[in-house]
């Protein structure tokens, strides 16, 4: 009597209708800008089609290639330091201690506080010329660092930030190392091979199914980092932080330039779409599944 | 059975409502009457309150109309308003910024001419300076709430305990320096400021010389010659290195802050400002107690004629070119400007109104006074023909500025280089951006 297609599609239809209106549309919409000189100030319909000309003009902007580096040089820093961290982390926290359960969440919480803006409001005030740092360094007897106004030390402040949100990624490792079939560790024990050797050659090729997971996501996410230079240092000093995205914001929201700054927006698309079919195409050479695992077994 | 298909019933029907609900939401007359106007500003928590307190009396006194106040911090109201005018969603009474003119009304047609609205508003209670500064090719598109201008402000009481005098002069202002870092030592500066800050005291520098605005909107280009810019850049290198002003990575150590909001402005180390007068407020409500801030004469170089005031409205009331009633929004406008009751309600939230019934009104009540009045003096005293073009606020001439100074002040670029490149490269934005 009921139509079990027609509920099932109604039940599907607000995430259909929002995924429409809010992904799919400014998705396809925002390559169209990128193919016009839109301005944010102006009706859509004075917007001139000029071809790849924003695409061409990215050649000879100085401000965009500094940009370009700087977000490289962020996401080579910042995604290995923060998988490593999170996974040493993960191991420590997978010990059997006492009161366990307090330190995991304890340290998951930064990440749940995360890089909003009240964290990152807080950032700035710690690591200030008189921030919290600098004075502890003072009580301690050094000198204090100037750490939001020096290009190389202000990029890393932001980095920071970014590392102490480790607590997800940490999680993820936490539940990859539960998953380890503890009588692997039993057989390696009865072999003599020692802690690391058993992190090297047990713990390491089985988690990389998370490792790879985490990889995708921080890439992706560290590509889109905003709030932190926005907030603490609005991309300076010398355009040191002055990550892609905000050069994003600012070219439409500041210069109102739409079109250029759709184009910016497709050039970071397309870089972290490189990012992940690479990503995705060495898998095979490099991340264990257990299905292969078994398969292997079977096979002997 | 019967109890799945229920909740499914349940389900499907908070589904549809759902979507019917979010539908509802889509259309633009949703709630909305003829007699209903939208008016958006921004602001702090107090002028919101003064603001529809305003707005309650004039539906007090103007029966049938409602008003809705649309009201925001300013971070973040050019970008809301920006994408309200694109989507034409925008209220049909705006508070925009001067430069903002040329952003959405480059040709005069972008807000509505409110000459053809003058039997409404009284245009006599405002200067011709004011009504000059809200026209675009001769359609009158805003009405100045406040004109400002940037003054010399000074912590009195970090002066007084260095012992050393307020400047008067150019060369005395950079001898302050020198003075207060013998006297105080390393920590205190006689005046802070963004590079946007540097750049509008090196234009009144500049303009105090040339007796011309900096930019020239026809030319597309700066009014100067490259030996003014030259002397922009010794300027910065004279007052940053006589420990007058703070160096670049001094400043840039407490991040991106508001200078109101950094430390040694609270405590009075950093003890100055060139700041408009219409923000001061918000400068000294954030000093520890105790301290004093007083204003400066304005230094004068040799021979200038005008004072290179960068004064014009700070903030205007426009009428959408699209609203349906523009005699109420215009009835709205007179009673926010120039009805002693509206005024009253709105006070000195936005500065001392430029409307001149207005300013009597709040005078005779006793509002105007210390260094709100003082400001006001000092601006009607000073030489002030110059009409400097909202292009030298563009975001792209003023990160310009910043660039370049920027680059010199962390010895990426020597005096010589930025002095050369203020001139070339501040055209070239000019060139690009004068539309």
Redesign the interface.
């Known amino acids: 009597m009921y139509n079990n297609k027609l509920i099932g599609s109604m039940y599907v239809t607000p995430f259909i209708i929002g995924f429409l209106l809010f992904t799919a549309f400014p998705f396809i919409a925002s390559f169209v800008l990128s193919l016009t000189d839109a301005r944010l100030q102006d009706q859509l319909g004075a917007a001139n089609f000029t071809g790849l000309a924003n695409y061409g003009e990215m050649a000879g902007d100085a401000t965009f290639q500094k940009s370009l580096g700087v977000t490289f040089f962020y996401v080579f820093v910042t995604v290995p330091l923060k998988l490593a961290f999170a996974l040493l982390i993960a191991v420590i926290l997978n010990f059997k201690l006492r009161g366990i359960g307090f330190f995991r969440t304890a340290f998951y919480l930064p990440s749940i506080l995360g890089g909003s803006v009240a964290i990152a409001v807080v950032w700035r005030f710690v690591f200030a010329g008189d921030g919290l740092i600098n004075q502890a360094f003072g009580v301690l007897g050094f000198g204090g660092i100037n750490w939001l106004g020096e290009p190389d030390t202000a990029m890393f402040s932001i980095v920071l930030l970014r590392l102490w949100q480790f607590g997800s990624a940490m999680v993820v490792f936490l539940a990859g190392l539960k998953a380890i079939p503890e009588d692997l560790y039993e057989a390696a024990d009865i072999d003599g091979a020692s802690r690391f050797k058993q992190f090297w050659m047990i713990t390491l090729p089985l988690l990389t199914p998370v490792l790879f997971f985490n990889f995708i996501m921080q890439i992706v996410q560290a590509f889109q980092e905003f709030n932190g230079p926005y907030i603490i240092t609005a991309g300076g000093p010398l355009k040191s932080s002055y990550l892609l995205p905000l050069m994003i914001y600012e070219e439409a929201f500041k210069y109102f330039n739409l079109g250029y700054s759709s184009a910016l927006s497709w050039v970071l698309f397309v870089i972290i779409a490189i990012f992940t079919a690479v990503a995705f195409w060495s898998q095979k050479h490099w991340v264990f599944y257990a299905q292969e695992r078994d398969d292997n077994k079977g096979g002997h | 059975m019967g109890h799945m298909?229920n909740r499914?019933h349940l389900?499907?029907g908070t589904?549809?409502a759902?979507?019917a609900t979010?539908l509802a939401g889509c259309s633009p007359k949703q709630g909305a009457s003829d007699s209903e106007l939208r008016i958006s500003w921004w602001g702090g928590s107090s002028n919101h309150r003064a603001t529809l307190e305003a707005l309650r009396l004039f539906e007090e006194a103007n029966p049938g109309v409602r008003v809705k106040g649309e009201y925001t911090g300013f971070s973040g109201h050019?970008?809301r308003l920006?994408?309200q005018?694109?989507g034409d969603t925008a209220p049909d009474v705006m508070q925009i910024n001067w430069y903002w003119q040329t952003?959405?009304s480059r040709d005069g047609k972008g807000f509505f001419d409110l000459n053809g609205l003058r039997d409404i508003i009284d245009l006599s209670q405002f200067d011709a300076r004011t009504l000059q500064m809200g026209t675009t090719n001769g359609h009158l598109n805003a009405l100045a709430v406040t004109n400002a201008a940037r003054l010399f402000y000074f912590n009195a009481t970090t002066f007084d305990k260095a012992g050393v005098a307020l400047p008067a002069t150019w060369d005395e202002l950079k001898a302050t320096g020198p003075q207060m870092h013998k006297a105080l030592g390393d920590a205190y500066y006689p005046i802070d400021g963004t590079f946007q800050d540097f750049a509008a005291l090196a234009r009144s520098y500049v303009v105090q010389k040339t007796g011309k605005p900096l930019v020239d909107t026809a030319t597309k280009s700066l009014n100067c010659s490259p030996e003014d810019m030259r002397e922009v850049a010794q300027l910065y290198t004279d007052l940053t290195q006589g420990h007058t002003w703070p160096a670049?990575?001094?400043?840039?150590?407490?991040?991106?802050?508001p200078q109101q909001e950094m430390?040694p402005w609270i405590n009075g180390e950093y003890a100055g400002t060139y700041q408009w007068n219409s923000a001061i407020d918000k400068y000294t409500d954030t000093l520890s107690p105790g301290q004093t801030v007083k204003l400066a004469p304005y230094p004068m170089r040799d021979g200038a004629t005008d004072a290179g005031l960068l004064y014009r409205p700070a903030m205007l009331f426009v009428i959408n070119r699209n609203c349906k009633q523009p005699e109420a929004a215009a009835r709205l406008i007179n009673f926010l400007l120039n009805d002693p009751v509206g005024v009253r309600a709105m006070g000195l939230m936005r500065g001392v109104p430029v409307s001149a019934i207005a300013q009597k009104t709040l005078k005779d009540d006793g509002l105007l006074d210390g260094l709100k009045l003082e400001s006001e003096a000092q601006i009607a005293d000073l030489p002030k023909t110059v009409l400097e073009s909202p292009y030298f606020e563009h975001?792209?001439v003023r990160d310009g500025f910043q660039d370049i100074l920027?680059?010199l002040g962390?010895g990426?670029v020597s005096q010589k280089e930025a002095g050369e490149r203020l001139y070339t490269d501040i055209n070239a934005i000019l060139h690009r951006v004068v539309r």
Do not use: C, D, I, M
Not at chain 2, 248 to 257: E, I, T
């Open positions: 298909l499914r389900l499907a589904v549809a759902g979507a979010a050019l970008e920006t994408t005018l694109a952003l959405f670049a990575r001094v400043r840039a150590s407490y991040g991106n802050v430390r975001p792209r920027e680059g962390y990426r």
